[in-house]
């Protein structure tokens, strides 16, 4: 009996053979599909099993649930866990798991107790040490994972990673090309993990003989080429480019709508009823139901009934969050919106516009410097997660966290290392508000631009570097080169943008604004670390924003 040209029956009780008659009498509450080496998972009464091509058990054992075989094994549930089991029912390993996949190119994942996922081998061995956020399934030997922060990327039957780019969305490759997310929408990239072009669409499919099918941000759809160059059009744009311009025009609604309910305390108010809110902040009634609506259209707040209360997303501006942008929202709407006036004058040529000394502004204004730290805090403590491992450190090692900021990086680092020492150079002012204590980290006063007059085997600037120009950058370079002994490592955190696309171009405005500083490229950090008496040598891209190059002093 050909059990290749059976299908399953559209009640799904039983299969059929190619001409519509039953394959077999017996009938289940559902069967599926038969799969080599012609089996078929079946289910009756809460029982599950696989069945033979003429509907008798092809084993004595029973399952709460069962899947097709892929390369000779298939998937059971049973009540201790899910594993996989050979055509005589006999069990392929003694491990047992809260989900099973299915075996593709001698992989499976699965997924733990813990909610962690990774592969396993034929014989229910981890094929790797990591453990995943997520980890699908292997074609042509790469498969995508995804971090705990939910960045996604491709790693090989080994669970080594292919490109060692993240992407916030990722798929795997068909004929040479991903579809992958990145901040600025969705494109197709290479094996290496490069954009096939600059564009950056609302939605990809995967290339068919060269060309995809892509839908714009503004609706349009179109064909593409593996360059990006549209082919076809096949579909007008819905939303108008005028009103996409509009909305973007207007980015400083929002900044001030959210600065302004956390400098007035109605974020701390709810929840409660907008008349409550206009009492505990001295508002007029009208005023607090028109702010309170626009918390809503930012999805920042809900009414329900009487009462206005935070979304998940508001509460993240609560000053009692352990990542709160409370004072992210007020710098942001005040010292930070007011830097910014000064764009055209900064980008003129012969300009007398100088940077402003925000790291001075700051220091001198002890609330603004307590809220300003606690907004570094917030960033370090969301952004810097994975940056330990990136780090590649051997745990014994004595670190100058330069610029160390309250000491967030510092403190992950030596809960990870507790053999290791971390020393952070910071203002005297910064040095004088950070309470950090843990054994290992010691603190100390000094200027980035002075000699720092102490040594160590690594210097750490984590999101340093980009608030100065490149002299400047150098000139701290210089100091960190001065601190080490020849093999010592420098550590850079910090965003580097693409050569090849624009993002990160807004941050890099920012800079220019806050600090007179700037983003840059890989090549760019080499280049002042050469001048410094570095040599640039491996760039490990992270799932967060920021990435590391790792420099050795020459
Ligand atoms: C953008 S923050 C980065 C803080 C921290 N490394 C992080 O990643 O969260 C820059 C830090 O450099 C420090 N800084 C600025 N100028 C400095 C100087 N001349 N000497 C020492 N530290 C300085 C600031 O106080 C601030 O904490």
């Not at 599950?48 to 094994?73: K, N």
Request: hydrophobic share 40%.
């Amino acid at each position: 009996m050909s059990w290749q040209t059976f299908r399953v029956s559209s009640c799904g009780t039983h299969h059929i053979k190619e001409q519509g008659q039953p394959a077999y009498e017996a009938r289940f509450d559902e069967v599926l599909k038969f799969h080599a080496p012609g089996l078929a998972p079946v289910q009756r009464g809460g029982e599950a099993w696989h069945v033979r091509c003429d509907g008798t058990p092809a084993y004595r054992r029973r399952f709460r649930r069962t899947f097709g075989f892929y390369e000779g094994l298939a998937a059971v549930e049973g009540p201790d866990g899910a594993h996989h089991i050979g055509a005589e029912g006999q069990d392929a390993y003694s491990e047992k798991y809260d989900w099973c996949g299915n075996f593709q190119q001698g992989r499976c994942t699965v997924r733990n107790k813990d909610n962690t996922y990774h592969h396993i081998t034929r014989e229910g061995v981890a094929a790797y040490s990591a453990r995943w956020c997520y980890a699908g399934d292997y074609r042509d030997g790469i498969a995508v994972v995804q971090a705990a922060c939910g960045h996604s990327t491709h790693v090989d039957l080994n669970g080594i990673l292919l490109h060692g780019v993240w992407f916030v969305d990722l798929d795997i490759f068909h004929k040479g090309y991903a579809r992958a997310r990145d901040d600025e929408g969705w494109m197709h990239v290479n094996l290496q993990g490069r954009p096939a072009y600059r564009r950056r669409f609302q939605a990809v499919e995967p290339f068919y003989n060269g060309q995809a099918r892509v839908e714009r941000f503004d609706g349009a759809l179109e064909v593409i080429d593996e360059s990006g160059t549209t082919l076809v059009e096949l579909r007008p744009a819905r939303q108008s480019e005028f009103a996409s311009l509009s909305r973007d025009m207007v980015g400083f609604w929002r900044t001030q709508t959210i600065g302004t309910a956390v400098s007035l305390g109605v974020i701390e108010a709810l929840p409660a009823t907008r008349q409550a809110v206009a009492d505990r902040c001295n508002l007029s009634t009208d005023g607090t139901q028109r702010l309170l609506r626009a918390l809503g259209e930012l999805g920042l707040a809900v009414q329900d009934g009487e009462y206005w209360k935070l979304t998940m997303r508001g509460g993240l501006l609560r000053a009692d969050h352990s990542l709160t942008l409370a004072d992210a929202a007020i710098e942001y709407a005040g010292p930070l919106s007011t830097m910014w006036r000064g764009l055209p004058d900064a980008l003129r040529k012969n300009t007398n516009w100088t940077a402003p000394d925000v790291f001075g502004e700051v220091g001198r204004d002890e609330k603004r410097r307590v809220g300003h730290h606690r907004m570094l805090r917030s960033y370090a403590r969301h952004d810097y997660t994975e940056v330990c491992l990136a780090l590649g450190l051997t745990g014994d090692e004595h670190i100058i966290d330069a610029g160390g900021g309250v000491g967030v990086l510092a403190q992950l680092i030596l809960s990870a290392h507790p053999n290791a020492e971390v020393t952070v150079l910071e203002r005297a002012e910064v040095v004088a508000m950070a309470n950090a204590v843990t054994p290992g980290l010691r603190w100390r006063s000094g200027n980035l631009f002075e000699p720092w007059e102490i040594e160590g085997d690594a210097v750490l600037l984590s999101r340093v570097l980009h608030d100065w120009d490149d002299l400047d950058a150098i000139r701290i370079l210089t100091h960190a080169r001065a601190s080490l002994p020849a093999g010592g490592r420098i550590y850079i955190v910090e965003m580097l943008v693409p050569e090849e696309s624009v993002a990160g171009a807004l941050c890099d405005l920012h800079l220019l604004m806050a600090t007179g500083g700037r983003e840059r490229s890989s090549e760019q950090i080499g280049e002042l670390l050469l001048a410094a008496g570095f040599e640039l040598s491996t760039v490990r891209r992270l799932p967060a924003l920021p990435s590391v190059a790792v420099g050795v002093a020459l």
